[in-house]
């Protein structure tokens, strides 16, 4: 089974980490973050053997890291773009890759639950897409205030607490959903999903309770930086 990870991104965010290095090969321990999640995808548990990088910036520094794969026995290839694109503009440069259903993962953000039972589960319902969900809560710092039509303030709810379910960049999709996909840089996986629901698609959702940290900005990546530290012991 083969998977696709968007790696081509600006890292906007992290900058002024991702001046001169691409977000996916910033270091967590003693490898980057790209590796972590080639080593997840090609566990035995998720059975994944063939993966497509999607790269634009920097590129160079990826490939030149992970060559054909061969050092993580794992087939790798890498279709590219000479400019950055949203989501799912990314995917549609892997097009010519897919021939069969496959997995789709953002490249900064680690994943540690079971890839093969989500599959599995899309498998038996027979969806388009499936997306990975998880649990989030947040405290809003800012207190919201209600009122009737005109001025008159009917609640005050300080600092409320939100709870729903966010998507973490992983997906199981079928070849026809790159169908879907407009030739437009611009276009986010949000679009091409909305998209789907328009056309009464099938879209899956699968709940997990924990295994994705988000290495979203400067913040949240020094704290996984940390983490992955400790665990390589004293040295």
Known sequence: MKAII???GLGTRLQPYTFFIPKPMLPLGNKPLLE???EWLKSDDNDIDHIIICVSYLHRTIEDYFEDGSRLRIKLEYPSHDKPLATAGQLMTAKRFI???FVCVYGDSIYEFSLREMINEHDRLGALISMALLPYNTRLKYGFIEINGKSRVTAWNEKPEIKGLI????YVMEPEFIDLIPPS???GMDDAVRKAFDMNKLVNGFKIESGFIDIGDKKSYLQTYKKYVERLGKI
């Open 6 to 8: 968007l790696a081509g």
């Open 99 to 101: 021939d069969d259903r």
């Open 36 to 38: 972590h999640i080639i």
């Open 185 to 187: 840089s611009g276009y």
């Open 167 to 170: 998507n973490i960049g992983c």
